[in-house]
């Protein structure tokens, strides 16, 4: 078990440009969730997978994001045309629901500044 | 409409002495019920989880916490606090199906 990984660790970049983070999750976690945390705030909810289907996006994620998870491994999450209010840490989080007692296990996260 | 509220938005507390953390939560049933720490720069960790049974459930590093079905309360508490033990912490529910709410956090500063 080497945990949650995420990738990039932080991400600086300028309006208007398109920004990919990457998560994988523990191997044997079919539950895989994305947060958006910003400062003085908990994490906020904004797409759920299990396997490899999205089961459930957030009304924060806006058509601007996009996340996948192909083949039920990894996961990407994609902001197109980044706006400096997207600029947040974005936690990646997997877990095998209440078959692993409900626990989450949060990786690093990717702190996004949009410039 | 389902909630965690922490109403601490800052505690501050000399080292050794006794820690309370506040967690009330706004559900139709009960539901299973975490701690997390955020220590900076890190992910969050989970400290301890409550889901039926001995409404008081021991933890990692010391914590403890107790839930009152009465208050919809599951405070965090820590009876010595050492100065490691400053960080952010979430409060957390899970109602079983997917869906996780965290309250705003707890940010802890510790005195020497």
């Known amino acids: 078990d080497t945990g949650v990984s995420q990738d990039p660790r932080h991400k600086i970049t300028k309006r208007g440009q398109n920004v990919t983070f990457r998560c994988d999750p523990i191997?044997?976690?079919?539950?895989l969730y994305w947060y958006r945390q910003t400062l003085g705030q908990g994490p906020e909810f904004l797409t759920y997978?299990?396997?490899?289907?999205?089961?459930?996006k957030s009304r924060l994620l806006s058509d601007r994001f996009s996340a996948e998870r192909p083949k039920g491994s990894f996961s990407t999450l994609e902001i197109q045309r980044t706006e400096q209010g997207d600029s947040a840490m974005y936690l990646c989080?997997?877990?095998?629901?209440?078959?692993?007692?409900?626990?989450?296990?949060f990786g690093p996260g990717t702190r996004l500044t949009v410039l | 409409a389902q909630s965690v509220t922490q109403p601490d938005i800052h505690i501050t507390v000399s080292e050794g002495a006794s820690l309370e953390l506040r967690c009330n939560y706004s559900?139709?049933?009960?539901?299973?019920l975490f701690w997390y720490v955020q220590s900076p720069g890190q992910g969050l960790q989970l400290l301890l989880k409550?889901?039926?049974?001995?409404?008081l459930v021991q933890g990692i590093k010391g914590f403890e916490a107790e839930f009152k079905r009465s208050q919809s309360s599951f405070n965090l508490r820590k009876p010595s606090v050492h100065w490691s033990d400053a960080a952010e912490y979430f409060c957390?529910?899970?109602?079983?199906?997917?869906?996780?709410?965290f309250g705003t956090g707890t940010r802890l500063k510790v005195l020497a």
């Open positions: 997978f299990q396997n490899e289907a999205q089961l459930e």
């Open positions: 191997s044997e976690h079919n539950r």
């Open positions: 957390a529910a899970f109602s079983g199906t997917y869906k996780y709410i």
């Open positions: 559900y139709g049933a009960t539901p299973y």
């Open positions: 989080a997997s877990s095998r629901g209440l078959a692993g007692g409900g626990e989450q296990f």
């Open positions: 409550y889901f039926s049974g001995d409404t």
